[in-house]
């Protein structure tokens, strides 16, 4: 069996869209009997590499067996690696335990980010999901993965198309507008919001509108991942 590396682990900041916030995947921390006075209940989503996975394959990995997800978007946004990062004591004698009994002197995390559609997770007991401006208090340095990979997310959302990997297939203007305006967290002018989408080919308008509403039914839109790399190539501007 591959073995562990003690110095490397990989930790995975997983995102998702649900009724205007972003919100974040963590875990309920695997309670043992031999730490008994955990300040710390939560964590994201991560574990120690095996000798022989690289990094990427280990985010698959962490991700797959958390939630049966395959083919998800992910993406590496830094490196965590100050020595004490794995404080309190308490903290670093529980990740000892559970990683069967290693060393752990000093570990360096790669972190990634991920974005999936909060409808595909059947959630388990030991997973939550948090809205990202209430987070607890969070294991370890977790609290600034998060931080720093929400300012990563908002950067590249800016000059990518990754809002449609947390949309539904089937999309209004609307939800385009809302998505942006509660990921960037800025004040977006509507009017221009939409004048500037219908310049957007690969936004592909269908023969469909909302169902089952309180309001006007909208037209729904449909994103175009071969017109958007068409789009990409000749592209002079950011997209917000």
């Known amino acids: 069996m591959d073995k562990l590396n003690p110095h490397i682990s990989v930790d995975c900041v997983v995102f998702a869209y649900d009724y205007s916030q972003l919100k974040v995947l963590l875990i309920e921390i695997e309670k043992v009997q031999e730490v008994n006075a955990m300040r710390h209940k939560l964590k994201l989503p991560g574990s120690l590499i095996y000798e022989r996975e690289d990094f990427d394959l280990s985010a698959r990995r962490i991700l797959y067996e958390l939630t049966g997800l395959q083919n998800i978007y992910m993406q590496q946004f830094g490196v965590f690696s100050n020595p004490e990062r794995l404080n309190p004591p308490e903290d670093l004698e529980w990740a000892r335990i559970i990683n069967q009994n290693q060393s752990l002197s000093r570990v360096v995390t790669i972190a990634y980010f991920a974005l999936i559609q909060l409808k595909d997770v059947n959630r388990t007991a030991q997973t939550i999901w948090y809205p990202v401006d209430e987070l607890p208090d969070l294991i370890f340095d ?8 929400l300012c990563h997310l908002r950067e590249e959302m800016r000059t990518k198309s990754l809002c449609f990997e947390l949309l539904p297939k089937k999309f209004t203007i609307r939800q385009v507008f809302e998505i942006y305006r509660t990921i960037l967290g800025i004040n977006i002018d509507k009017s221009n919001f939409r004048r500037k989408l219908k310049h957007f080919t690969f936004l592909v308008p269908l023969k469909e509108k ?7 039914p909208a037209q729904l839109y449909r994103f175009d991942r071969r017109l958007y790399e068409k789009y990409e190539k000749g592209r002079k501007e950011i997209i917000f």
């Open 142 to 149: 977790h609290n600034l993965i998060i931080r720093r990979s």
């Open 210 to 216: 909302e169902k089952c509403v309180s309001h006007k």
